[in-house]
């Protein structure tokens, strides 16, 4: 069975920096593009940031570029996103996700899904 799972969530001041990891179990996505995906009540989920099979090609949402950062360990199957200099509005909760498909990136279809990490950000 294939699960994303999600931690290093929880409550910071503005200001103040986490690290989120996912990792892996049941398949190996050393060949698929990830990527990091937020929600807050009521609103779609959106793209936050996300990185090639290789890690050698990153891209970030606007709203995050410059202090948020993903990277990736293939040997551990595991992705990461260090968030600097968080503000309220990055309070959400964080969703990984992989593609389905190798050489792709999320979302798409059959993309696989963490169940989320929330993260809180007090003013």
């Known amino acids: 069975q294939v699960q994303l799972v999600e931690s290093g969530g929880g409550l910071v001041q503005a200001g103040g920096s986490l690290r989120l990891s996912c990792a892996a179990s049941g398949r190996s996505f050393s060949m698929h593009g990830m990527g990091w995906f937020r929600q807050t009540p009521g609103k779609e989920r959106e793209f936050v940031a996300g990185i090639s099979w290789s890690g050698s090609s990153t891209v970030y949402a606007d709203s995050v570029k410059g202090r948020f950062t993903i990277s990736r360990d293939n040997a551990k199957n595991t992705m990461f996103l260090q968030m600097n200099s968080l503000k309220p509005e990055d309070t959400a909760v964080y969703y990984c996700?992989?593609?389905?498909?190798?050489?792709?990136?999320?979302?798409?279809?059959?993309?696989?899904w963490g169940q989320g990490t929330q993260v809180t950000v007090s003013s």
């Open positions: 996700a992989a593609s389905g498909l190798p050489f792709t990136m999320p979302p798409g279809s059959g993309t696989y």
